[in-house]
């Protein structure tokens, strides 16, 4: 047997053993889930099932995707893309706006205030604090759900918002910050990751240089995916 599954106990060898197809991990904290995943891409590239450039292990922070990318440098296998979703995502996205869209590649915007400090003063509506950080987790909450404005608007009337809000002002400002990020053609964090799956699913051969690029993924802490994530 391989030393790299000699590494590891029962459980964990059960994981790197399977190198072919779906597989879901279920394993508490401190576990060894990262240990298994890691050992699993190793194990696949020794032995020739996995070519490491056509692996994308993604996770949610810069702190987690380097982890996994030291994690393989240590066992030898140094060409997987290890990435967050923001991060492989905006690689794509870069990579195929000029043949898509055309012209330079927008400004993505580190925060939302600014923005939406300006359409609140334009609508002459509150630009408190706690409106402003009301609206900015309103626009993301939104986005990572793929809500349409008419679905958000249904469901903005369950939504808590701060008293100095109604349904109505906060769409206008919504949709005013829409518009200013626009006229500045500029993306939010989210709007990188609605717009590579747009790109995905309404460009076919878009779609096929992806896959053909990566053929094996890896996910860790898969259960916190949100659904732009998990079409993505």
């Given at each position: 047997?391989s030393?790299?599954?000699?590494?590891?106990?029962?459980?964990?060898q059960?994981?790197?053993?399977?190198?072919?197809?779906?597989?879901?991990?279920?394993?508490?904290a401190?576990?060894?889930?990262?240990?298994?995943?890691?050992?699993?891409?190793?194990f696949g590239v020794?032995?020739?099932?996995?070519?490491?450039e056509?692996?994308?292990?993604?996770?949610?922070?810069?702190?987690?995707?380097?982890?996994?990318?030291s994690?393989?440098?240590?066992?030898?296998?140094?060409?997987?893309?290890?990435?967050t979703?923001?991060?492989a995502?905006?690689r794509?996205l870069?990579?195929?706006?000029?043949?898509?869209?055309?012209?330079?590649f927008?400004?993505?915007r580190?925060?939302?205030?600014?923005l939406?400090?300006?359409?609140a003063?334009?609508?002459?509506?509150?630009?408190?604090?706690?409106?402003?950080r009301?609206?900015?987790?309103e626009?993301?909450?939104?986005?990572?759900?793929?809500?349409t404005?008419e679905?958000y608007a249904?469901?903005?009337?369950?939504r808590?918002?701060?008293s100095?809000?109604?349904v109505d002002k906060?769409?206008?400002?919504i949709?005013?910050?829409e518009?200013?990020?626009?006229?500045?053609?500029e993306?939010?964090?989210?709007?990188v990751?609605?717009?590579?799956l747009?790109l995905?699913e309404?460009?076919?051969?878009?779609?096929e240089?992806?896959h053909?690029?990566?053929?094996?993924?890896?996910?860790?802490e898969?259960?916190?995916?949100?659904p732009?994530?998990?079409?993505?």
């Amino acid at each position: 047997m391989s030393a790299l599954i000699d590494a590891l106990d029962e459980n964990q060898q059960r994981v790197a053993l399977s190198l072919i197809g779906p597989m879901r991990v279920l394993a508490g904290a401190g576990s060894g889930k990262t240990r298994a995943i890691t050992h699993r891409i190793a194990f696949g590239v020794e032995t020739g099932v996995y070519a490491p450039e056509k692996v994308l292990a993604l996770s949610f922070t810069t702190k987690a995707a380097g982890e996994m990318r030291s994690r393989l440098a240590t066992l030898g296998v140094d060409a997987v893309a290890c990435r967050t979703f923001h991060s492989a995502a905006m690689r794509q996205l870069m990579y195929f706006w000029p043949d898509v869209i055309g012209g330079d590649f927008p400004k993505v915007r580190s925060g939302k205030a600014a923005l939406l400090t300006q359409a609140a003063e334009q609508l002459k509506i509150s630009s408190a604090t706690d409106v402003l950080r009301a609206l900015a987790a309103e626009i993301e909450w939104r986005k990572v759900r793929l809500l349409t404005p008419e679905q958000y608007a249904a469901a903005l009337v369950n939504r808590p918002l701060p008293s100095a809000l109604t349904v109505d002002k906060a769409m206008a400002l919504i949709d005013r910050y829409e518009k200013l990020k626009d006229e500045r053609r500029e993306l939010d964090f989210e709007d990188v990751l609605v717009s590579t799956l747009g790109l995905l699913e309404s460009e076919t051969w878009v779609r096929e240089r992806v896959h053909e690029e990566f053929r094996f993924f890896v996910v860790d802490e898969f259960q916190d995916v949100s659904p732009v994530q998990r079409a993505l």
